[in-house]
């Protein structure tokens, strides 16, 4: 079975300081995985995605992803922190066999303390 | 591009009651989503359409609940006899195929069965 983890309930980072987001991912073959973001009483917000190609993508609010092959990892990473990125993250993947299916992680809450 | 609507935001209703949610995805998007969020947990899928079928529908989804995507715009999810463990946010996400699985979440439905 597909799924994503999340270890972390929880990330607390100071303003300015970089910020990871991690996630693993249990999948047979080739991954689609994706990032969100979830900010109070809004809808979830689509960051970024790998597909193929370059390891590291590129996505809205200056975040990034590195996807690990070996590692079976899908990071979120940001080079500054912003008070404004505190929010609910998730992490999803894309069902192998049922292209319409998608299964998330628990999130991840960001808190940026100024 | 309106984004994603939802209606109503919040619903309470008494267990046993029926309740329906409305959903109204981007208007030139063919897919729609379902999913089921509960406190500390990611979304989980409950049912897509394309375009006005019904494709998939998750184990999850008992058979007091039904959804409909009437001429393949906005869709509708009825849950009849609700049981206080219905309670939960209920989202809708669309997309639009073609290579592009990224979804548009709306802001969601929050039912409280009391």
């Known amino acids: 079975a597909q799924s994503v983890a999340q270890p972390e309930d929880q990330v607390n980072v100071a303003e300015g300081n970089p910020l990871t987001v991690k996630c693993t991912y249990s999948?047979?073959?080739?991954?689609?995985l994706f990032w969100y973001v979830q900010y109070p009483n809004r809808g979830l917000q689509f960051l970024l995605k790998?597909?193929?190609?370059?390891?590291l993508v590129k996505g809205s609010y200056g975040f990034e992803a590195e996807f690990n092959k070996s590692q079976t990892s899908f990071h979120l990473k940001k080079p500054s922190a912003l008070v404004s990125d505190s929010a609910l993250y998730f992490c999803a993947v894309r069902d192998l066999y049922n292209f319409n299916k998608f299964y998330f992680g628990s999130g991840t809450k960001l808190n940026v303390k100024p | 591009d309106t984004g994603v609507s939802q209606n109503p935001r919040h619903k309470i209703t008494k267990r046993g009651q029926n309740v329906t949610f409305r959903c109204d995805p981007i208007?030139?998007?063919?897919?729609l989503y379902w999913y089921r969020q509960t406190l500390g947990q990611g979304p989980e899928f409950l049912t897509y359409?394309?375009?006005?079928?019904?494709?998939?529908k998750s184990r999850l989804l008992s058979d007091r609940f039904s959804a409909e995507r009437p001429k393949g715009s906005f869709s509708t999810l009825e849950i009849q006899r609700t049981e206080q463990g219905d309670s939960a946010m209920y989202l809708c996400?669309?997309?639009?195929?073609?290579?592009?699985?990224?979804?548009?979440f709306g802001p969601g439905t929050r039912l409280t069965v009391t």
């Open positions: 996400a669309s997309s639009s195929g073609t290579g592009r699985y990224e979804q548009y």
């Open positions: 208007s030139e998007h063919n897919r």
């Open positions: 790998y597909i193929t190609g370059d390891n």
């Open positions: 999948v047979s073959g080739n991954p689609y």
């Open positions: 359409f394309q375009n006005e079928a019904q494709l998939e």
